[in-house]
């Protein structure tokens, strides 16, 4: 596909990584042109200095020819504009982050009276994902398929652990359970196991399962299955709003520290129900006057990567149950995989994963679409799920006669609202969804998964 990203800041430049690898043609545009210049060279895209909402600056980047253009400067109202000039000079499809809550309830409106294939919230998405961990607090790390019906759930086995020198196939007799591991990093290997795996102390697992189901496992290995019941959020952001409204539905108390007073007293405005200290979240002394070591979870939001790491690493010798950390830099992976940390949240990362997911279901030809992505294991595992529209080479037949490729895995299929956890016996039929995970990037279409 041809593809214009308009701002060139940790999104766009997170998008240009994402999509330069998947054999798209990417072109850059921001008034930058050190930034343009240091994007274009790095991921090998073509770059244009310029105003993106500018229709001779889009002319430049190619608008006519181009297929998708995402708009993802530190504006919202000109990412809209960029994609509404998009839409008349060039008919191409258009995406536009937009951050502001007020907007939030508009975006329906917003999307399809200008046009616009998808309006996108970095916070908000990244939001959502830590209100997961939250509720399922032993989790590193939690993905949903088929509409909320189906988990993929990132676990680490402790010293002690009933899992350690289990092999995979004796999991549902011993525990039963009925889970499936599709994933496992043992140190920097990642394996995409059979049956006759063995698993460690150490291990760090990926399994697919039901919602029930998962829960089950979890308490049958002596994790925590309950949400908290308490969370103080440090930095009060945009993330920090969402996450605040998320929780408010639920018994989970909220405390949130802002060292900023005018900060202080709109948050104080937006969540009544929330408390909100004005100090520095950053100092120990503030921390321990709040009383850090009461408290079931810690979710480290400042604007500061370095920041969150070291108030995380602080928070998870006090805290009952949970440390989430935000993490804005990209870079930083090779250093957070030596940390001891709970759970990592990227939002730029989960941002390029949707657009990532929307450009993988238009390339779709054959009969099935890509209807969730994620880039699971530090980018090394993809875990995708397939709508699948119309008989081909997949269906109806069992899963042990196709010729699948080797690390492929067909982790779960969703059928009338039943979740099936695949045995060489089942079957893909016309209509249900499929989760496949594989080492493999690129895939579009489920036929993908089959031998050439």
Do not use: W
């Not at 990093?185 to 795996?197: A, C, L, M, N």
């Not at 920090?240 to 639920?250: E, F, N, R, S, W």
């Not at 805290?319 to 989430?324: D, H, L, M, N, W």
């Not at 080797?406 to 982790?411: E, G, M, N, P």
Request: with cysteine; hydrophobic share 40%.
């Amino acid at each position: 596909m041809q593809i214009i990203i308009v701002g060139c800041g940790k999104v766009g430049t997170a998008l240009a990584s994402r999509l330069s690898v998947e054999d798209h043609n990417i072109t850059v545009v921001d008034t930058d042109a050190g930034v343009v210049q240091m994007v274009a060279n790095t991921y090998d895209v073509q770059g244009v200095i310029g105003n993106g909402a500018s229709y001779s600056i889009l002319a430049e980047a190619g608008i006519e020819a181009t297929d998708l253009l995402i708009a993802v400067t530190e504006s919202d109202e000109m990412n809209l504009l960029c994609c509404v000039i998009a839409k008349k000079a060039g008919k191409c499809q258009t995406i536009a982050r937009v951050r502001d809550p007020i907007y939030m309830h508009e975006r329906n409106f917003i999307k399809d009276e200008l046009g616009l294939s998808m309006i996108i919230n970095p916070e908000f998405t990244a939001a959502r994902e830590i209100s997961r961990l939250l509720y399922f607090p032993s989790a590193i790390e939690i993905d949903t398929f088929a509409k909320g019906r189906v988990e993929m759930l990132r676990l680490r086995i402790g010293k002690g652990c009933v899992l350690h020198g289990i092999a995979l196939k004796d999991i549902p007799s011993t525990l039963g359970c009925d889970v499936l591991i599709c994933a496992v990093e043992r140190g920097s290997d990642v394996t995409i196991p059979s049956g006759d795996f063995i698993l460690q102390e150490g291990d760090t697992l990926s399994m697919a399962a039901s919602h029930k189901n998962a829960a089950d496992f979890f308490k049958k290995i002596g994790l925590n299955t309950h949400q908290v019941k308490n969370t103080m959020i440090i930095g009060g952001g945009q993330i920090a709003v969402y996450l605040a409204k998320l929780l408010q539905p639920t018994s989970i108390k909220v405390k949130i520290i802002e060292k900023d007073e005018k900060r202080c007293e709109a948050l104080c405005d937006l969540l009544p129900k929330a408390v909100v200290i004005c100090a520095d979240g950053t100092d120990e002394e503030v921390l321990r006057e709040e009383r850090i070591d009461q408290m079931d979870s810690v979710v480290t939001l400042t604007g500061i990567d370095e920041e969150n790491i070291i108030l995380s690493l602080f928070a998870k010798t006090k805290v009952k149950v949970k440390s989430i950390t935000k993490i804005n830099r990209l870079q930083l992976n090779d250093v957070l995989r030596s940390l001891d940390l709970d759970s990592v949240v990227y939002p730029k990362h989960l941002t390029a994963e949707i657009i990532l997911q929307y450009v993988r279901a238009t390339q779709n030809s054959i009969g099935s679409n890509v209807e969730t992505l994620y880039k699971l294991v530090n980018d090394n595992v993809e875990a995708l799920e397939f709508h699948i529209q119309k008989d081909s080479r997949v269906t109806d037949t069992t899963l042990q006669e196709l010729k699948i490729r080797k690390d492929v895995l067909v982790a779960c299929i969703s059928r009338n609202g039943q979740v099936i956890i695949p045995g060489g016996q089942d079957r893909i039929l016309p209509g249900d969804s499929v989760v496949v995970v594989t080492t493999h990037s690129g895939l579009t279409d489920v036929e993908d998964i089959l031998c050439p």
